[in-house]
T-cell receptor
């Protein structure tokens, strides 16, 4: 069973569209994250949720809206997609402080905006 | 602000060669340091960590020592295998604060038989 699963794995869409990426973890973790990896492999945190509450919200355009219906799910909705949104988006989860257990990452969603 | 700098890749080695991937950091406090590995088509996995100066993290033959005086956390392995081919990310975080990870840009390792 996949611990952190993201869907879809690949997403190609046109500028201006709205799209969602889903993430689910079956580890019982209480914290979930979204990271963005750009074309140069640079990874930056976007959001984190702890027990469905928003904890970290980095300087991300408000076209990006995370939604956590329960602590096992953290979805990412993106409105009015732009070319610069093309990247790989990683979901991750952790239980308590990640210093003790580390993050568990999903395998990523490659978003291409054309 | 806090940041992590890694050596540019790719690093290309023959099997059984010695590996070093350099990582230095800039931090305002006393962070914890990590190495994550990303195998092709997969998410990142925690490889090893160190929480304070002079700590040595180790796992699967990889080692890294937290050097406060040189603000470094270089990754080493004595004898690499083809299966070690992956992208390696150095990262720091402040546990019990926001707990977010700040990553370096990643270094691709390619090991040939």
């Amino acid at each position: 069973d996949t611990a952190v699963s993201q869907t879809p794995k690949y997403l190609v869409t046109q500028m201006g569209n709205d799209k969602s990426i889903k993430c689910e973890q079956n580890l019982g973790h209480d914290t979930m994250y979204w990271y963005k990896q750009d074309s140069k492999k640079f990874l930056k945190i976007m959001f984190s949720y702890n027990n469905k509450e928003l904890i970290i919200n980095e300087t991300v355009p408000n076209r990006f809206s995370p939604k956590s219906p329960d602590k096992a799910h953290l979805n990412l909705h993106i409105n009015s997609l732009e070319l610069g949104d093309s990247a790989v988006y990683f979901c991750a989860s952790s239980q308590g402080s990640q210093i003790s257990y580390g993050y568990t990452f999903g395998s990523g969603t490659r978003l291409t905006v054309v | 602000g806090d940041s992590v700098t890694q050596m540019e890749g790719p690093v290309t080695l023959s099997e059984e060669a010695f590996l070093t991937i350099n990582c230095t950091y800039t931090a305002t406090g006393y962070p914890s340091l990590f190495w994550y590995v990303q195998y092709p088509g997969e998410g990142l996995q925690l490889l090893l960590k160190a929480t304070k100066a002079d700590d040595k993290g180790s796992n699967k033959g990889f080692e890294a020592t937290y050097r406060k005086e040189t603000t470094s956390f270089h990754l080493e392995k004595g004898s690499v295998q083809v299966s070690d081919s992956a992208v390696y990310f150095c990262a720091l975080s402040y546990p019990y604060n926001t707990d977010k990870l700040i990553f370096g840009t990643g270094t691709r390792l390619q090991v040939f038989p």
